[in-house]
């Protein structure tokens, strides 16, 4: 079973910048899955894709964060990141890292999730 562990979340102003963080374990075979990080607003809302990375470092973005987030992975690291920048309050949400589409085989445990809040 594949454990996948995201940080860097908190609390910041609009306008503001983060950087998240996934590490990635118990597998060797990571480089050849593609990514992903999903983000859920809140209790009784989806889990939505935030942004993907395939295994050969192209990206896709959801519309709402185009522009302003940067996904990027160190396949030799284990660790993919999130670079979000000029952040709004609707980017408030609990932030997870995943394959893309999610649940491959081995990753259908979710991680704790890193909790970001946008203040006004």
């Known amino acids: 079973q594949v454990q996948l562990a995201e940080s860097g979340g908190g609390l910041v102003q609009a306008g503001g910048s983060l950087l998240l963080s996934c590490t990635v374990s118990?597998?060797?075979?990571?480089?050849?899955?593609?990514m992903a990080w999903y983000r859920q607003a809140g209790p009784g809302k989806q889990r939505e894709l935030v942004a993907a990375i395939d295994r050969g470092g192209s990206t896709k973005y959801a519309d709402p964060v185009k522009g302003r987030f940067t996904i990027s992975r160190i396949n030799a690291e284990y660790v993919m990141y999130l670079q979000m920048n000029d952040l709004k309050p609707e980017d408030t949400a609990v932030y997870y890292c995943?394959?893309?589409?999610?649940?491959?085989?081995?990753?259908?445990?979710w991680g704790q999730g890193t909790r970001v809040n946008v203040s006004s």
């Open positions: 118990g597998t060797v075979w990571w480089h050849q899955k593609d």
């Open positions: 995943n394959t893309d589409p999610p649940g491959a085989r081995g990753y259908d445990v």
